[in-house]
């Protein structure tokens, strides 16, 4: 039972426009969030965090947005740019235990120039 | 430059055969992690360590075993009771034990002949 979801498996946008991607989760004691990017024969890289205490974290083009009642997480990248075409996993761990991140499946982003 | 080794790229295993996985890293990061991919689900837990001989079954450990006895090596070895060892493998480091994985290898692709 996957504990953190993607459930969009890839997106098209066009390069200059926003791209949202999506993600939720199921266990509320889930209180640290992650997004990784990882480009076709590398592995994935740590891109930006946040956690339970905030409900925004902004890093340059990116900004992720929580909203715990929903359990739901997004990735905003603003502009786009086609270098930013590649899998984004998001990953949630908790209180409990810190060692054990919990991912979602990936979804494509494709943005066109 | 620091990072992270998987080898090999692609490995083909024999029903009944064990077989292992090397991960080795130069960035001094006292955790490592194994991780375990199936298409349309997200990253796996299967093992980690926090330090030096010691480690810790992960969510699917099961078929599984490990070994830490240098810091910057944590191989994976998938045995034959492991029953569907097909899958895309992930090694992952991070400076310290509860930190998010922050470097990631570039995989290995297990499958069985």
């Known amino acids: 039972d996957q504990q953190v979801k993607q459930n969009s498996p890839s997106l098209s946008v066009q390069e200059g426009r926003i791209s949202i991607l999506n993600c939720d989760y199921t266990?509320?004691?889930?209180?640290?969030f992650l997004w990784y990017k990882k480009y076709p024969a590398e592995g994935p890289t740590f891109l930006i965090s946040?956690?339970?205490?905030?409900d925004k974290n902004e890093d340059g083009r990116f900004t992720v947005f929580l909203n715990k009642s929903a359990k739901h997480l997004s990735l905003h990248i603003v502009p786009s740019q086609p270098g930013d075409s590649a899998v984004y996993f998001c990953?949630?761990?908790?209180?409990?235990?810190?060692?054990?991140?919990?991912f979602g499946s990936g979804t494509k982003l494709n943005v066109k120039p | 430059d620091g990072g992270i080794t998987q080898s090999p790229k692609y490995l083909f295993r024999k029903e009944g055969q064990n077989v292992t996985l090397s991960c080795e890293q130069n960035?001094?990061?006292?955790?490592m992690y194994w991780y375990r991919q199936d298409p349309g689900q997200g990253l796996r837990l299967i093992y980690y360590?926090?330090?030096?001989?010691?480690?810790q079954k992960g969510d699917i450990a099961e078929g599984y075993s490990v070994s830490r006895e240098k810091k910057e090596s944590f191989p994976l070895t998938v045995t034959s009771a492991q029953k569907n060892p097909t899958a895309f493998y992930l090694c992952?480091?991070?400076?310290?034990?509860?930190?998010?994985?922050?470097?990631f290898g570039d995989g290995t692709r297990l499958s069985i002949l």
């Open positions: 946040i956690s339970s205490i905030k």
């Open positions: 990953a949630a761990s908790g209180i409990y235990n810190f060692n054990k991140f919990y």
């Open positions: 266990n509320s004691m889930f209180d640290y």
């Open positions: 960035l001094n990061h006292d955790a």
């Open positions: 992952a480091s991070s400076i310290r034990q509860g930190e998010q994985p922050q470097h």
């Open positions: 360590s926090q330090i030096v001989n010691d480690f």
